[in-house]
């Protein structure tokens, strides 16, 4: 007897659907023909493609930002997260985040998920600065350098270039931060 799907259970293998093949794979037949149900179990769980994507979008952005800030407040030193966040940046998968900013260039719903999600982090990384005392006119440079360092990381196509070593990590986080 086969265990019955919940919501949670489709936006999941989305996911790793997205980050494998990309958002045009995410037709409700396609899914749920790969998850070998009906498509009627989709629009059991969602009202409309819409629904779905928002789903998608949502669980990405708690994944991807949310629950990592959550990890990372467990550290009490705002040293030790920004170097937890930096390797964690610089040495985690690509294929999801790759995936949302190629459907982001297609879908302004998606790309206003994506800024958000932008936002967030760049706020959190200017907070972790603030932290460490960095001055109000140079947090928001150090952030964005940051952040485009592990955004670039999406676009270098040479494997060899895609990670950083702990003691790359840590001088990395020297750059910005004495």
């Known amino acids: 007897m086969k265990t ?26 396609n899914l749920a023909q790969k998850m ?13 493609v819409r629904e779905f994507e928002n789903c998608v979008t949502r669980e990405w952005q708690d994944i991807s930002t949310e629950q990592i800030i959550q ?12 170097k937890n966040l930096l390797s964690q940046a610089m040495s ?9 900013r190629a459907w982001a260039s297609t879908d302004a719903r998606i790309a206003m998920a ?8 760049i706020t959190y990384v200017e907070d972790l600065l603030k932290e460490l005392g960095i001055a109000k006119p140079e947090r ?13 990381r999406i676009m270098i196509a040479n494997p060899k270039f895609g990670e950083l070593t702990a003691d790359e990590v ?3 986080k020297s750059l910005f931060v004495s």
């Open 4 to 29: 019955r799907l919940k919501k949670t259970d489709w936006v999941v293998f989305a996911l790793k659907e997205l980050a494998k093949y990309g958002h045009a794979n995410l037709t409700a037949q």
């Open 36 to 48: 070998g149900v009906s498509r009627g179990s989709f629009y059991w769980h969602f009202k409309d």
């Open 71 to 82: 990890r990372l407040r467990g550290d009490n030193c705002a040293q030790t997260r920004l």
């Open 92 to 100: 985690a998968d690509i294929s999801l985040e790759r995936a949302m």
């Open 114 to 121: 994506v800024a958000d999600v932008d936002l967030r982090r």
């Open 140 to 152: 928001r440079v150090r952030a964005l350098a940051l952040y485009w360092a592990s955004l670039g």
């Open 170 to 172: 840590e001088q990395l």
